[in-house]
T-cell receptor, first 113, second 111 residues
Framework: AQSVTQLDSQVPVFEEAPVELRCNYS??????LFWYVQYPNQGLQLLLK??????LVESINGFEAEFNKSQTSFHLRKPSVHISDTAEYFC???????????FGQGTTLQVKP | DVKVTQSSRYLVKRTGEKVFLECVQD?????MFWYRQDPGLGLRLIYF???????EKGDIPEGYSVSREKKERFSLILESASTNQTSMYLC??????????FGPGTRLTVT
């Protein structure tokens, strides 16, 4: 069975500071990994994904995540956050034999001025 | 761009009512999903469908049913709404093993 754990439910940070949102997963098969972002009163939007190849993946708005197979982690990082990054972030894992995703509990990123 | 639409953004229903939530996608995706989202619990899969007229239970199917008569449309049905079904409901679609695309969500309140 697969599972995803997001280690922090809330992460408060000041604007322009770096941030890391932690995600660990467990799976007995090859996985695909995703980070989604949800702004207030909206659905989820794909932020970035790891399917294969380079273990470091980047989004267009400055976020990056690194797939670490030995530590079964897929932490999300940004070197300098903006007020507009305030949102809830979800880590998800999918397996190579099904189209289903398992989501973590979510991490609320609160960027303060 | 993939577009997933849901029939209502906000819905208020009474206990015992039959509730229909509809989802439509415009990218010919074979897979469609229904989730509910509750604070601190993340997203939990209710039902999913790999093809027309096919459905499979997710993690929390009790109290729900689904219908997929056309490829682009996936309906979630609450046979007899209860207060513990008050939640945000999210629909998603995908092609194969690729990422899922989500609709804006329906916030359902059952009184």
């Amino acid at each position: 069975a697969q599972s995803v754990t997001q280690l922090d439910s809330q992460v408060p940070v000041f604007e322009e500071a770096p941030v890391e949102l932690r995600c660990n997963y467990s799976s007995s098969v090859s996985v695909y990994l995703f980070w989604y972002v949800q702004y207030p009163n909206q659905g989820l939007q794909l932020l970035l994904k790891y399917l294969s190849g380079s273990t470091l993946v980047e989004s267009i708005n400055g976020f990056e995540a690194e797939f670490n197979k030995s530590q079964t982690s897929f932490h999300l990082r940004k070197p300098s956050v903006h007020i507009s990054d305030t949102a809830e972030y979800f880590c998800a894992v999918g397996s190579s034999n099904t189209g289903k995703l398992i989501f973590g509990q979510g991490t609320t990123l609160q960027v303060k001025p | 761009d993939v577009k997933v639409t849901q029939s209502s953004r906000y819905l208020v229903k009474r206990t015992g009512e039959k509730v229909f939530l509809e989802c439509v996608q415009d990218m010919d995706h074979e897979n469609m999903f229904w989730y509910r989202q509750d604070p601190g619990l993340g997203l939990r899969l209710i039902y999913f469908s790999y093809d027309v007229k096919m459905k499979e239970k997710g993690d929390i199917p009790e109290g729900y049913s689904v219908s997929r008569e056309k490829k682009e449309r996936f309906s979630l049905i609450l046979e007899s709404a209860s207060t513990n079904q008050t939640s945000m409901y999210l629909c998603a679609s995908s092609f194969g093993l690729a990422e899922q695309y989500f609709g804006p969500g329906t916030r359902l309140t059952v009184t």
